[in-house]
């Protein structure tokens, strides 16, 4: 039964005029000021640009660390830092730039952008939305707090077992690595479930399956990934500092346990996460080529189908990370067919990228020629990842740095090349301003000179033998010249990113004003002001097609029917986006930032006594309550 | 010019099921703690292969007070889906009702694990086979006790002015993740307590 309540005196923007309508409306999902009120901010708006800078700010630190790493090798023998720090620097870099800068970077974009593009005017489960933001802030500031207080995990980014226990590794840094994924790990899973919910049912009515823009599904995709991926490690890491803290036996072969065990669920974790990272990155590159060729993109069903399916075969994908632990032949083999078998569903999607330029008419702005940038960077990634997929070659280069230039090029080439552009994309309809193209191609030669002097270079130091992780090499050796050049292209990489800083710095200050659409895009993003209102629209757009803003002209079909003084919003039908309910959407709250407080307290408690779970629970249980507790009599109709 | 094609202002303001957005909240905190639930019994399998320890750590389990958590769990089922029909009819005697029965059941389980606990022949720091009982007991105890809990505000809600309206949705929405505290375990019981019998 849905029963039909009857609300004659509530004001519906149908009622008002425009002028009116945005300042009402305004009113009503705008964010209070004070401390208060900035704790409390349930707009997705803001907690993504949250996310985005506090991302950004890892992705410097973790520069910085790499930075120092490479200023170490440039030359043999050198002592620079010690090999006690520079497994420390290399654990740090790894961990930052994969958990605090490549996942939830990605996550910032959809934030801010899947509600604006399927037309609604907020995510789902805002507040939940606000809580994992400071859940991940909290995470991101104990490892490095931890770090400046000499807690500092020294095993690797995937803190193998049994380095990483307890007899090998008595200090907590390990212990902070393991509360920092459980930090993480619930944040980005948190996101997941907002955004599937967003995009499933929060769609503007009209946006059917079929009108969906690219970049949603594959935040969709994305989100599903986290979902299956995340759990694996969590329960690891969990497990992991179990066995370090209440001495449990997972990980320990003599009492019936595996250290392998920890490698099957990390990476069973662990290539999806590459996916995980790297989708947002494609996200962008749909956008990007679409609106800078003037066409959308070529091929909607087969891209669509290949994110699905890349989805589908990233979990099938594991084992090739642990070829040299003594796998059954068969096995091996599965894994090397199924590592090659998913450069068919990106080599689509580059080949539709590729046909859509081919046939638009495309204009070289700073975002196309990032994304240029990363056609090559990927490729070239991706062919020496087909090189790696198989079990001969990968056993002569494993733990090489031939494996460091491969995954520096899938990684930076797949989705900073891509984030770079998508922050010169978007930052108009962030900021209002438009950002200096003449420092965008600047700050790409510098970038994709760096990057390839930095890291081609690596893929021979590999093949001649020099291994990862290692503070230092002998001069005997030869490999200081390529090293050297690897570092001075570390440093002109490191300096692009300075420039971009620079750019954002003087563009948001004093950039010429964008307007709504600088760029005469199609997705609904761009149909609303720059910056958008808190309302993200004022009327809710009804969509009839899968590029709106290029095929509607002046004439703008609109839902009408929403109350102007409460936060509702349209649900509607999974497939063909039908009205279906006017829900409430939740209004700012505190609660949230008290409770992922507390959560913080009780995880970092846990580290020095279980006991602090014990105590924790209660009060995070407390203070969730409060959260849910309807405030008004309203928030039940 | 905008122009308005539609209007919605006749839309109910929540309904149940699939309709809303909770319920695909609710439906996709079941997926990922589902994938938690069969990697830790993955983990589980995985060792009992390969670890040649494992065949005589793995002393099976006392059957009673887990049969009593097992009998008692899945005919929770059967008041859960009276209290979603209640709430789909928006019926709140029955609902507060019921939801007071559920609460007392979610308590009586808890004493259940609790006494399951307390009859494990390994403890968590014995071996891995004791770990994983641990872990997995635990795991799901921890799902148990968090809808108990859940039920217990709720059912305090409707006792309230707020017993109305949207909360009928929560209550079906409760009611639906139980079942799914209810299905994870059946797969648990047979690994934890019968597969090392076999």
């Known amino acids: 039964m849905s029963p039909v309540i009857e609300e004659r005196h509530e004001t519906r923007d149908s009622d008002l005029g425009d002028e009116e309508l945005r300042a009402r409306l305004s009113k009503t999902w705008g964010t209070t000021g ?432 020099m291994p990862r992780r290692v503070y230092t090499y002998p001069a005997e050796m030869g490999w200081g010249g390529l090293n050297l050049l690897a570092s001075a292209g570390a440093l002109f990489f490191f300096a692009s990113f300075l420039l971009m800083l620079y750019n954002m710095v003087i563009s948001a200050r004093s950039g010429p004003p964008s307007g709504d659409n600088p760029w005469d895009a199609d997705t609904l993003e761009w149909a609303t002001s720059s910056p958008p209102q808190p309302q993200n629209f004022d009327r809710i757009p009804f969509v009839t097609s899968g590029s709106p803003l290029w095929s509607q002209g002046d004439d703008t079909p609109v839902v009408s029917g929403l109350k102007v003084d409460e936060r509702e919003l349209v649900v509607t039908s999974i497939t063909e986006a039908r009205p279906d309910i006017r829900e409430e959407s939740p209004a700012p709250s505190i609660w949230p930032f008290l409770a992922a407080f507390a959560t913080a307290v009780a995880f970092i408690g846990s580290i020095y006594t279980p006991w602090a779970i014990t105590w924790g629970s209660p009060v995070v249980a407390i203070l969730l309550v409060a959260w849910f507790w309807p405030k008004t009599t309203e928030e039940n109709a | 010019m905008a122009r308005s094609v539609i209007d919605v202002s006749g839309l109910p303001t929540y309904a149940f099921g699939s309709r809303v957005t909770p319920w695909w909240g609710t439906f996709s905190f079941c997926l990922l703690e589902g994938t938690g639930f069969a990697l830790g019994i993955g983990g589980y399998l995985y060792l009992a292969v390969t670890n040649t320890h494992w065949a005589k750590d793995a002393v099976p389990l006392n059957l009673v007070w887990s049969a009593a958590f097992t009998l008692v769990l899945v005919a929770s089922a059967i008041p859960n889906f009276l209290i979603k029909r209640a709430a789909l009819q928006e019926n709140l005697r029955s609902v507060r009702l019921l939801l007071l029965a559920m609460s007392s059941v979610g308590l009586v389980l808890i004493v259940l694990r609790i006494m399951e606990f307390s009859a494990l022949p390994v403890r968590w720091s014995d071996n891995a086979y004791g770990s994983f009982i641990w872990l997995l007991l635990g795991l799901h105890g921890v799902h148990v006790l968090t809808d108990v809990a859940d039920t217990l505000v709720l059912t305090v809600l409707m006792f309230t002015r707020h017993g109305t309206g949207k909360r009928f949705s929560d209550a079906e929405d409760n009611a639906f993740y139980w079942y799914f505290v209810v299905l994870s375990w059946l797969p648990l019981y047979a690994v934890l307590y019968w597969l090392p019998r076999l």
């Open chain 1, 34 to 465: 004070g401390l208060i009120g900035v704790l409390s901010t349930v707009d997705h708006k803001v907690i993504g640009i949250r996310y985005a800078v506090t991302a950004f700010i890892f992705l410097l630190a973790g520069g910085v660390l790499a930075i120092i790493m490479r200023l170490q090798l440039a030359r043999p023998d050198s002592h620079l830092v010690g090999a006690e720090l520079y497994n420390q620097l290399f654990t740090m870099h790894g961990t930052t730039m994969m958990f605090l800068f490549g996942v939830p970077v990605g996550e910032a974009f959809a934030i801010y952008l899947v509600p604006l593009m399927v037309g609604t005017r907020n995510i789902a489960f805002p507040r939940l939305n606000a809580f994992s933001y400071y859940v991940y802030l909290f995470g991101g500031l104990m490892l490095w707090g931890g770090f400046a207080l000499s807690i500092r995990p020294d095993v690797g980014w995937f803190s193998y077992v049994p380095l990483a226990n307890l007899d090998f590794t008595p200090g907590k840094g390990p212990d902070y690595w393991a509360q920092m994924i459980t930090f993480t790990e619930v944040a980005a899973l948190a996101v997941s479930v907002e955004i599937i919910v967003t995009v499933l049912k929060q769609r503007a009515p009209g946006m059917t399956l079929d009108r969906i823009p690219l970049f949603v599904w594959t935040m969709l995709v994305h989100s599903f990934i986290i979902i299956f991926a995340m759990p694996a490690v969590m329960l690891a890491s969990s497990m992991l500092i179990m066995d370090r803290l209440v001495s449990t036996q997972f990980f320990n072969a003599d009492a019936g346990g595996d250290p392998l065990l920890w490698q099957h669920l990390f990476w069973f974790f662990g290539h999806p996460e590459v996916y995980i990272i790297f989708l947002p990155g494609t996200a962008f590159v749909s956008a990007i080529v679409a609106t800078f060729s003037r066409r959308p993109v070529f091929g909607y069903l087969p891209m669509v189908l290949s994110l699905i399916a890349i989805g589908f075969l990233s979990f099938g994908l594991w084992v090739h990370h642990m070829f040299v632990t003594g796998l059954p032949e068969v096995g091996a083999a599965f894994f090397t067919a199924s590592s090659m078998a998913i450069a068919i569903p990106n080599g689509v999607q580059i080949f539709c990228w590729i046909a859509t330029l081919w046939d638009g008419k495309p204009v070289l702005k700073a975002p196309l020629i990032f994304v240029l940038g990363f056609f090559f960077i990927f490729v070239a990634g991706g062919l020496s990842g087909v090189m790696l997929a198989s079990v001969p070659i990968d056993t002569q280069t494993h733990d090489t740095y031939f494996v460091v230039a491969h995954f520096h090029y899938v990684l930076i080439g797949g989705t900073v090349f891509p984030l770079v552009a998508a922050v010169y994309y978007w930052f108009p309809k962030v900021t209002g301003r438009l950002m200096d193209e003449q420092i965008g191609k600047w700050q790409f030669a510098l970038a994709f000179i760096g990057f390839n002097t930095a890291f081609f270079p690596m893929h021979l130091l590999g093949l001649y033998g």
